[in-house]
């Protein structure tokens, strides 16, 4: 029998996936043409030295740029801060909006 926990109190003593709304599936030609629904709470940030993209979370981005960072806004990679790929320091990107 499954019953519902509306105060989500169940989570806190049972190991195992959480259940919640399905991913939906796309397939064929929406599928190769779609791209994937940003996640809400994260940046994309790109390095200039290691070339990868990574997502990373908004407090993590704001303790990298708090701490000793530099931000120069007409140059394509304008943050000199420490990458969160290859954790050197390096001008990087910072997609807010990706």
């Known amino acids: 029998m499954k019953t519902t926990d509306p105060q989500g109190k169940r989570a806190l003593f049972e190991a195992g996936p959480v259940e919640g709304r399905p991913e939906p599936r796309v397939e064929g030609r929406k599928a190769l043409f779609s791209t994937a629904t940003p996640l809400s709470g994260t940046v ?28 120069v806004p ?22 807010w909006l990706d």
Do not use: D, F, Q
């Open 44 to 71: 994309v940030v790109e390095c200039s030295t290691c070339g990868e993209h990574k997502r990373v979370g908004l407090c993590e981005v704001i303790a990298r740029i708090l701490r000793i960072s530099l931000w």
């Open 74 to 95: 007409p140059l394509e990679y304008n943050r000199w801060m420490r990458c969160p790929s290859c954790e050197r320091r390096a001008w990087c990107r910072v997609g």
